[in-house]
């Protein structure tokens, strides 16, 4: 534990306890508003007590972020990383400096630890400034871009076979596309609970494959007639077969995706941004950042 003093105000930093879990779920739901089914399947497959940071004022949790395992995949090397994960401070106790001594404490344990470097995706825009303070550096891009059913019909292929999305076809077919760039790896079970994240929200998935080889897979949601590509993936040569397996799922008219920058699936006119920011913890890490290009976050787990 930690004590923290300042404005008036005592915190103090800790890791969290499995007895933690209630109260902690009361926060999550004041600060990012998701029932108690979606949060309970997180913590169920994903709290790790000594890996989720917590803070408390006058006995109370007030601030608490989540540490998750992954690695950063740079000119073909693999470096640990740690995803943090729904950060957050209840409305009552912010503007006091509290998450910043969290990410503080986040970055001392992840180094002792033994880690390579700690990867966010800010919530917003703003907050791209905000996490620059604390040494994170914009470090993956997504190209995002629009397009009409009538377009996937024109490339689709019909002899796609439609399967149900697994985390082992998932994995297959991401590591067979993902190999060669740099980008953040997840583990078998982080994709389980993608998937089932993805379903605990009421949102849809489709896989396909090609004479039994697993080709393609999405993750998408449906805002009135257009489909919003949480994450998709498709092997050299498969995008038609990915593009059939949305249209026999979706019947939305627009399809919204986010892709990695040379993912093979254009239209008219497309932007880039930077999605998801890393902090290096050592010497090694610090010198990739100078390789690391058109890097790719993708599934984020929120």
């Given at each position: 534990a930690r004590k923290l003093c300042g404005k008036g105000q005592e915190m103090i930093i800790s890791t969290a306890l499995k007895e933690d879990i209630g109260e902690l779920t009361d926060l999550w739901q004041t600060c990012f508003g998701d029932d108690d089914d979606y949060?309970?399947?997180?913590?169920?497959?994903?709290?790790?007590p000594e890996r989720t940071l917590i803070g408390r004022e006058d006995g109370?949790?007030?601030?608490?972020?989540?540490?998750?395992?992954g690695k950063v995949r740079i000119a073909g090397e693999a470096f640990d990383a740690a995803y943090l994960y729904a950060?957050?401070?209840?409305?009552?106790?912010r503007s006091r400096g509290y998450m910043g001594e969290l990410l503080r404490f986040a970055e001392s344990l992840c180094r002792d630890s033994g880690l390579d470097y700690i990867c966010l995706v800010p919530a917003e825009d703003s907050l791209f400034d905000y996490y620059s303070r604390f040494g994170y550096r914009?470090?993956?891009?997504?190209?995002?871009?629009?397009i009409d059913r009538s377009h996937?019909?024109?490339?689709?292929?019909?002899?796609?076979?439609?399967?149900?999305?697994?985390?082992?076809?998932?994995q297959t077919v991401r590591n067979a596309c993902l190999c060669g760039i740099d980008c953040f790896v997840w583990d078998i079970d982080a994709l389980q609970y993608a998937i089932d994240e993805n379903a605990n929200a009421d949102c849809k998935s489709v896989a396909a494959s090609s004479s039994g080889r697993s080709s393609a897979y999405?993750?998408?949601?449906?805002?009135?007639?257009?489909?919003?590509?949480?994450?998709?993936?498709?092997?050299?040569?498969?995008?038609?077969?990915?593009?059939?397996?949305?249209?026999?799922v979706s019947k939305c008219s627009e399809f919204s995706f986010r892709l990695p920058l040379?993912?093979?699936?254009?239209?008219?006119?497309?932007?880039t941004r930077n999605n998801a920011m890393l902090l290096p913890l050592n010497t090694d890490s610090e010198s990739a950042l100078g390789d690391i290009k058109n890097a790719y976050m993708g599934l984020t787990l929120g």
């Amino acid at each position: 534990a930690r004590k923290l003093c300042g404005k008036g105000q005592e915190m103090i930093i800790s890791t969290a306890l499995k007895e933690d879990i209630g109260e902690l779920t009361d926060l999550w739901q004041t600060c990012f508003g998701d029932d108690d089914d979606y949060i309970g399947a997180f913590m169920r497959s994903r709290f790790v007590p000594e890996r989720t940071l917590i803070g408390r004022e006058d006995g109370k949790i007030c601030s608490a972020l989540y540490l998750l395992d992954g690695k950063v995949r740079i000119a073909g090397e693999a470096f640990d990383a740690a995803y943090l994960y729904a950060a957050c401070t209840h409305p009552d106790f912010r503007s006091r400096g509290y998450m910043g001594e969290l990410l503080r404490f986040a970055e001392s344990l992840c180094r002792d630890s033994g880690l390579d470097y700690i990867c966010l995706v800010p919530a917003e825009d703003s907050l791209f400034d905000y996490y620059s303070r604390f040494g994170y550096r914009p470090a993956f891009e997504e190209k995002l871009l629009k397009i009409d059913r009538s377009h996937l019909e024109l490339i689709a292929d019909g002899n796609a076979e439609i399967e149900d999305l697994t985390a082992e076809n998932m994995q297959t077919v991401r590591n067979a596309c993902l190999c060669g760039i740099d980008c953040f790896v997840w583990d078998i079970d982080a994709l389980q609970y993608a998937i089932d994240e993805n379903a605990n929200a009421d949102c849809k998935s489709v896989a396909a494959s090609s004479s039994g080889r697993s080709s393609a897979y999405a993750l998408f949601d449906e805002e009135g007639e257009t489909a919003i590509i949480r994450e998709c993936a498709a092997r050299r040569g498969c995008v038609p077969l990915l593009t059939h397996a949305l249209l026999s799922v979706s019947k939305c008219s627009e399809f919204s995706f986010r892709l990695p920058l040379d993912f093979p699936l254009s239209a008219d006119s497309f932007t880039t941004r930077n999605n998801a920011m890393l902090l290096p913890l050592n010497t090694d890490s610090e010198s990739a950042l100078g390789d690391i290009k058109n890097a790719y976050m993708g599934l984020t787990l929120g």
